[in-house]
């Protein structure tokens, strides 16, 4: 069982029409509505494989924060969080509804964010490895993969505070891979690349959602520590809490509370666990290297 994974938490809710789907979301209850449910829900499993759907009864109770997703002349209408946009392309959509689903959960959940990051589970524990966008998080996570370790994500991950504990937990999202594939990827990770593409988004190819390597939405554990990688040349350095917390405020997305909330839980995260700066000139040698300090 994946660490976290046997707790039932609240669900994620999508309200179709006549009759509703009931999406196990792992920690959070969101409402949306659709008039696609067909498409909606293909692209949903496309999207977020690690969410399990059953149908439910129109009895069932929804909060009262939804996300809408609707056919428009010009394409698909997302609204709800922060997201009012429209998107020709369903898939698109469906992400952006999903990611404003993910913001309202962090804005009613205390001391919850999340960060720009993967994270690999070691031992029971998650070591989390966050970095901006192009970073080559993705990258990472597949050579992690090809490696025979189980994943929490690998751009986007949860960050929770169960009982104070400081958590990283799976959204339940697919993994995707930019394409052309580099040539600096180990042949290892190209062909897993290449077993497990099972569509496209944008530039990236879309991959297989493939227990153990994935852990299902909401399965989590607690973090050890906190790697920032970079490219450049091979170096390793643990960083001060107050050079740790500049560093990372930047990468978080959604969040709870406060600017000036956020700056203290930031804080606390990098006094509670040791943060380091990792660089090295691949994705292949940035995964080798966490393996080592694992």
């Known amino acids: 069982m994946y660490p976290g994974s046997g707790e039932k938490g609240p669900l994620l809710t999508l309200s179709l029409h006549s009759h509703r789907l009931l999406v196990d979301f792992g920690f959070g209850?969101?409402?949306l509505e659709t008039d696609v449910p067909k498409g909606a829900m293909a692209a949903l499993g496309k999207i977020a494989p690690g969410c399990s759907v059953v149908e439910d009864g129109a009895g069932s109770a929804v909060s009262s924060a939804h996300v809408s997703l609707q056919t428009t002349p010009d394409g698909y209408h997302v609204l709800g969080a922060a997201q009012d946009l429209i998107e020709s392309d369903l898939d698109t959509a469906v992400l952006w509804a999903f990611s404003a689903a993910l913001e309202t959960y962090c804005q009613t959940t205390e001391r919850s964010f999340v960060l720009?990051?993967?994270?690999v589970l070691v031992r029971r524990s998650a070591v989390v490895f966050a970095g901006a966008s192009h970073a080559g998080k993705s990258s990472i996570a597949l050579h992690l993969a090809a490696a025979g370790l189980s994943l929490l994500g690998d751009d986007?991950?949860?960050?929770?505070?169960?009982?104070g504990v400081l958590t990283a937990r799976s959204t339940g999202l697919s993994r995707k891979i930019r394409v052309p594939l580099p040539v600096d990827f180990s042949p290892s990770a190209i062909a897993l690349a290449r077993s497990q593409r099972v569509g496209r988004l944008g530039d990236a190819d879309v991959l297989a959602f493939n227990p153990p390597s994935d852990t299902p939405a909401g399965g989590g554990a607690p973090i050890e520590r906190i790697v920032l990688i970079?490219?450049?040349?091979?170096?390793?350095?643990?960083?001060?809490?107050?050079?740790?917390?500049?560093i990372l405020l930047p990468l978080v997305g959604c969040?709870?509370?406060t600017e000036a909330d956020l700056v203290a839980w930031i804080v606390d995260l990098a006094l509670r666990?040791?943060?380091?700066i990792l660089s090295a000139p691949t994705?292949?040698?940035?995964?080798?290297?966490l393996m080592n300090m694992a």
Do not use: F
């Open 29 to 31: 209850r969101i409402g």
């Open 116 to 119: 720009n990051a993967g994270a």
């Open 156 to 163: 986007r991950i949860l960050i929770t505070s169960d009982d």
């Open 230 to 246: 970079e490219r450049g040349g091979l170096g390793h350095r643990t960083l001060k809490p107050s050079e740790a917390a500049v």
């Open 255 to 257: 969040h709870a509370g």
């Open 273 to 276: 666990c040791p943060v380091d």
């Open 283 to 289: 994705s292949a040698d940035l995964a080798q290297a």
